[in-house]
């Protein structure tokens, strides 16, 4: 029913061995605690240097055996469909050939399907509740440690789930990153550009993002985990504390993990919940929580949105919750929700001004003109989400064309430098060229709204003409979206 540890390293090996034009195995340079090999899949179509990517991790806990095998399997899926050009269809949800070509070709996917070999090991052999890892924990008789609270995020603050006693199920570890599994997705954070990220559990069918160690507030950066006291094994010590998170963060995670719900739910019907990890629970030292902080605490770092999945429902029979006797349609629901983040994960901008401008100034330009300058007001706010929303479908549409895609680029290009130059001015030309794209998209027949989103940006441009970019971009950061 479930595969063993070996057997999925077995799979990662033949993957990258049948298939190199798509699969490149990575062994991790820390073996587990019991000295076996865990290993990574890097999964791309096309050529090229390295990409943003999507890490995906499954297995952290033993006795989860579902997710393993979903990202195996989702490993599989993309592979048949890029090579035959078909659509992947869960259920009631359909992923195109062109979404799968995008994901693939615009990003790097990289898999950790198993962990934490030795506690599944464990577990399909010895208990099958089994949650940690087999660290011998010395001078007591409790072995291994919760690797999901063994991440440096409020490392050793015993808030809620999170215990510093060997014999506990949520046992932090003696140290951050005392466990050679948990520096293993380190090493993938440090070494690759991954800009989204889920660690797969079960079970309760949720989508969590951070914070788990406090609930989240938006107005006082000065509230920052990293002046927290660490490894106190006590909790928070001060009452009523509230983690910061930046608005357009909080907006972005938000946005993502209720489409990601959406996406679940179209599958067969299974209605998750997306919230912040301390809605479920209190913890610290978490997976999600550490590679979204990474950029906080050393902002040379990039930014890493960091999720939490909880598939599957909570039965009566809790190993029936953790491993179902049939697990064919939760495995469904995770696969859909994964390859949703993924999709969520592609920007159109840097997709189209890296791969066709291969220029790094105009992308970078409008990138902060998005993160340092619309992001910090709602209506700001308001147009990132509004483009986010259609991006995915407008994408498709203009690399399948070569005419709308050199105009695209043109446009990108155009746009790039004015934003560089506070001064340069939007010419009647270069309206008149975007509003021509713009109506050309329209005649299209689009899902969930893109005309509405097209006549609204097609509005906003015609105010444009003859303004500076700083006026243009001001007028985005106070003219609220109307969607």
């Known amino acids: 029913m479930y595969r063993t540890a070996a057997q999925i390293e077995s799979a990662i090996s033949i993957l990258s061995a049948w298939f190199p034009q798509y699969f490149t195995r990575i ?39 579902m997710n ?3 990202i195996i399997e989702l490993a599989i899926d993309l592979l048949l469909s890029h090579a035959n050009g078909t659509d992947i269809v869960y259920g009631g949800r359909r992923f195109t050939a062109n979404d799968v070509k995008i994901i693939l070709e615009a990003q790097d996917l990289w898999l950790l399907p198993c962990l934490n070999p030795d506690g599944r090991e464990h577990v399909m052999t010895v208990d099958d509740l089994w949650r940690k890892n087999r660290r011998d924990n010395p001078n007591t ?104 998170m930046a608005p357009r963060d909080l907006q972005r995670f938000k946005t993502v993990g209720q ?58 029979d809790v190993r029936e919750s953790f491993h179902p006797a049939d697990p064919t349609l939760i495995k469904r629901d995770a696969k859909a929700g994964m390859l949703t983040l993924a999709q969520q994960c592609v920007c159109a901008i840097e997709l189209i001004g890296l791969k066709f401008l291969a220029r ?72 008149a060229r975007a509003q021509s794209m ?11 709204g893109v005309d509405e989103d097209l006549k609204a940006v097609s509005a906003v441009l015609s105010g444009m003409s003859g303004r500076t970019s700083r006026e243009a971009i001001e007028m985005l950061m106070s003219e609220k979206s109307a969607g």
């Not at 000295?35 to 499954?58: D, N, T």
């Not at 215990?163 to 070494?191: H, I, M, Q, W, Y």
């Not at 986010?388 to 695209?408: F, G, I, M, P, Y």
């Open 259 to 316: 489409r990601i719900v959406d996406s679940i739910k179209a599958v067969r019907g299974r209605v998750y919940k997306s919230q912040s990890s301390i809605g479920l629970y209190p913890t610290t030292g978490t997976a999600g929580d550490y590679a979204y902080s990474r950029h906080i605490a050393n902002p040379k770092l990039h930014k890493t949105y960091g999720y939490t999945f909880e598939t599957g429902p909570s039965t009566p």
């Open 68 to 70: 393993p095998d979903a």
């Open 360 to 431: 790094e100034r105009e992308v970078s330009a409008l990138r902060t003109v998005r993160d340092d300058l619309l992001a910090t007001t709602d209506a700001g706010r308001g147009w990132i989400e509004r483009f986010e929303r259609v991006q995915h479908q407008l994408l498709a549409a203009v690399l399948a064309d070569d005419r709308l895609l050199r105009e695209a680029v043109t446009l990108l290009e155009r746009a790039g430098a004015l934003v560089e130059d506070e001064r340069a001015t939007a010419s009647e030309d270069d309206i």
């Open 27 to 65: 062994p991790l340079p820390n073996a587990s605690v019991l000295g076996r090999p865990i290993s990574a899949l890097r999964m791309r179509a096309g050529g090229g240097g390295e990409r943003r990517g999507v890490l995906l991790v499954g297995g952290t806990h033993a006795r989860e055996l």
């Open 141 to 244: 008789v409790c072995d291994g440690v919760d690797l999901n609270r063994n991440y440096d995020l409020v490392w050793g603050v015993t808030q809620g789930q999170t215990s510093c006693s060997p014999c506990s199920e949520v046992f932090c570890g003696p140290s951050a990153f005392s466990e050679p599994e948990t520096r293993n997705v380190k090493v993938l954070l440090d070494e690759h550009r991954i800009c989204c990220f889920a660690d797969v559990h079960s079970f309760s069918e949720l989508i969590l993002y951070p914070w788990g160690h406090a609930p989240t507030q938006t107005t006082d950066p000065t509230k920052r985990f990293t002046t927290l006291p660490t490894g106190t094994c006590a909790p928070i010590s001060q009452a009523g504390y509230q983690e910061y």
């Open 438 to 448: 713009l109506g050309e998209l329209s005649k299209r027949e689009w899902e969930g």
